[in-house]
T-cell receptor
Framework: DADVTQTPRNRITKTGKRIMLECSQT?????MYWYRQDPGLGLRLIYY???????NKGEISDGYSVSRQAQAKFSLSLESAIPNQTALYFC??????????????FGAGSRLTVL | GEDVEQSLFLSVREGDSSVINCTYT??????LYWYKQEPGAGLQLLTY?????DMKQDQRLTVLLNKKDKHLSLRIADTQTGDSAIYFCAEKAGGGSYIPTFGRGTSLIVHP
């Protein structure tokens, strides 16, 4: 089984619908992240969480919300999806302890298409 | 301007060396990374280098860091078709949230 599992892997929805992307991890890491990938734009950080009670906005949080239900689970919601939210979404985790490299472990991605 | 810049495409012939370049702006960067994304998959760490090092070698991969010019490169020797992927450069700044900042990614295309 993958260390970081994202569901669904693919989703097609319509404008205005509410969508939730889920992420679970078996790494035991405290830190979890949601990124969005668009062709030619690389990875942009949406939200991140350093522990269960911690939620922080990234550079492109507008139109998104998150929930950290447990150490192992971090979900991303689009309350009212719009076509420019069509993208590939990645969840990632890390176990950074205050020094060292803060290496991220990524899930396989969730491809979302908003019509 | 962008914090981490890299060219979008690189095309090489199988068996040649590939060199992917990256520039960054934060002089306090402590770690610099290369991640690889194969088609249909998430990113995986290839290698990283601490800012007090100039070079790191790992089998076919050589990372060079020029701190003065804020330039990072990844050399892949004897490039194979399986090396075709998107390669992301990232930096971890010395302060703040310590979250790596990624470049836009370089698509490496290896042709016979």
């Amino acid at each position: 089984d993958a260390d970081v599992t994202q569901t669904p892997r693919n989703r097609i929805t319509k404008t205005g619908k509410r969508i939730m992307l889920e992420c679970s991890q078996t790494k035991g890491h405290d830190r979890m992240y949601w990124y969005r990938q668009d062709p030619g734009l690389g990875l942009r950080l949406i939200y991140y969480s350093f522990d269960v009670k911690d939620i922080n906005k990234g550079e492109i949080s507008d139109g998104y919300s998150v929930s950290r239900q447990a150490q192992a689970k971090f979900s991303l919601s689009l309350e009212s999806a719009i076509p420019n939210q069509t993208a590939l979404y990645f969840c990632a985790t890390s176990d950074w302890q205050g020094s060292g490299a803060n290496v991220l472990t990524f899930g396989a991605g969730s491809r979302l298409t908003v019509l | 301007g962008e914090d981490v810049e890299q060219s979008l495409f690189l095309s090489v012939r199988e068996g040649d060396s590939s060199v992917i370049n990256c520039t960054y702006t934060d002089s306090s960067s402590t770690y610099l990374y290369w991640y690889k994304q194969e088609p249909g998959a998430g990113l995986q760490l290839l290698t990283y280098i601490f800012s007090n090092m100039d070079m790191k070698q790992d089998q076919r991969l050589t990372v060079l860091l020029n701190k003065k010019d804020k330039h990072l490169s990844l050399r892949i020797a004897d490039t194979q078709t399986g090396d075709s992927a998107i390669y992301f450069c990232a930096e971890k700044a010395g302060g703040g949230s310590y979250i790596p900042t990624f470049g836009r990614g370089t698509s490496l295309i290896v042709h016979p």
